[in-house]
């Protein structure tokens, strides 16, 4: 099981672009978080879904949203750029219940220019 | 709202002294709390759970709801716990996790 994986490693976008973030789930879990680190600072969760909708969203614009598909993978997209997104963005799975904690993928580096 | 503070960006102890780091929260719920690891070059993994009361790498961490307090302790710290640690509340009403800035620890030989 490769657990989370995320692509790409890393993404270089100017500002104003759009940005599209992929995550694969563990095998087994149904739920996808999305959250953001910035530098010196904990993961911010931005949403979670689960049944491919959004079930729960954390203090974020809405330039930011996402998509789970039947596969339960999952996509974040960004839109209208600003150079404060850059950050690393990490997805994380879990089960919905019981909660026994998340698995995370290694990220990805977006840096806005 | 929901909040989880490490008071310690940076900690560093000698192998074989015992270590803390420390965790507080403030939540108006019933709390479960998580500590997450990332040792240097991977990915932030579980360490452990409160709700399981287990014992991972030597390290425990005990719920003190009067105190909202999460502290994770191990009594004689070895250089491979070198790593950034998060302390991590999780709010089962709204499905998702709220993480502290995390604390630096340094084992030094």
């Known amino acids: 099981d490769a657990g989370v994986t995320q692509s790409p490693t890393h993404l270089i976008k100017t500002r104003g672009q759009q940005v599209t973030l992929r995550c694969s789930p563990k095998s087994g879990h149904d739920t996808v978080s999305w959250y953001q680190q910035a530098l010196g600072q904990g993961p911010q969760f931005i949403f979670q879904?689960?049944?491919?909708?959004?079930?729960q969203r954390g203090n974020f614009p809405d330039r930011f949203s996402g998509h789970q598909f039947p596969n339960y993978s999952s996509e974040l997209n960004v839109n209208a750029l600003l150079l404060g997104d850059s950050a690393l963005y990490l997805c994380?799975?879990?089960?919905?219940?019981?909660?026994?904690?998340?698995?995370f993928g290694s990220g990805t580096r977006l840096t806005v220019v | 709202a929901q909040r989880v503070t490490q008071p310690e960006k940076l900690l560093s102890v000698f192998k074989g002294a015992p270590v803390e780091l420390k965790c507080n929260y403030s939540?108006?719920?019933?709390?479960?709390l998580f500590w997450y690891v990332q040792y240097s070059r991977q990915r932030l993994q579980l360490l452990l759970r409160h709700i399981s009361r287990e014992s991972i790498k030597g390290f425990t961490a005990d719920l003190n709801k009067g105190e909202t307090s999460f502290h994770l302790k191990k009594p004689f710290a070895q250089e491979e716990d070198s790593a950034m640690y998060y302390c991590?509340?999780?709010?089962?009403?709204?499905?998702?996790?709220?993480f502290g800035d995390g604390t630096t620890l340094t084992v030094k030989p």
């Open positions: 994380a799975s879990s089960l919905t219940s019981p909660n026994y904690g998340y698995t």
């Open positions: 939540y108006s719920g019933s709390p479960e």
């Open positions: 991590a509340l999780y709010n089962t009403n709204a499905g998702k996790s709220t």
């Open positions: 879904y689960y049944e491919e909708e959004e079930r």
